[in-house]
Nanobody, 120 residues
Framework: QVQLVESGGGLVQPGGSLRLSCAAS????????MGWYRQAPGKERELVAI???????NYADSVKGRFTISRDNAKNTVYLQMNSLKPEDTAVYYC??????????????WGQGTQVTVSS
């Protein structure tokens, strides 16, 4: 089993910044892509950003130019730097990881989520 623990959420004013972190721990063999998703009240969970093990990234159109995803493979940690935050960025943000175990079976894990609220 792999556990994902997010941190860094909170309340911020419009135009402000936050940095989310997600650390993976447990029986890690190989972590592949890691990503951030978010879910606002009454809406479906949506992809925010994803990063492969080699550093390739992809972003939702709504966050391009404002958010940056990065990872530290040595620490099994993924980050999301969020700048120029807008009220519509308010949501619970979830970390996700694709993992391959020692038997080469693919697995997918979710964190517990961290609340981000953008409000004046």
């Amino acid at each position: 089993q792999v556990q994902l623990v997010e941190s860094g959420g909170g309340l911020v004013q419009p135009g402000g910044s936050l940095r989310l972190s997600c650390a993976a721990s447990g029986s890690i063999f190989r972590i592949n892509a890691m990503g951030w998703y978010r879910q606002a009240p009454g809406k479906e969970r949506e992809l925010v950003a994803i990063i492969t093990s080699t550093g390739r990234t992809n972003y939702a159109d709504s966050v391009k130019g404002r958010f940056t995803i990065s990872r530290d493979n040595a620490k099994n940690t993924v980050y999301l730097q969020m700048n120029s935050l807008k009220p519509e960025d308010t949501a619970v943000y979830y970390c996700n990881a694709d993992h391959t175990d020692r038997r080469l079976y693919p697995q997918n894990y979710w964190g517990q989520g961290t609340q981000v609220t953008v409000s004046s």
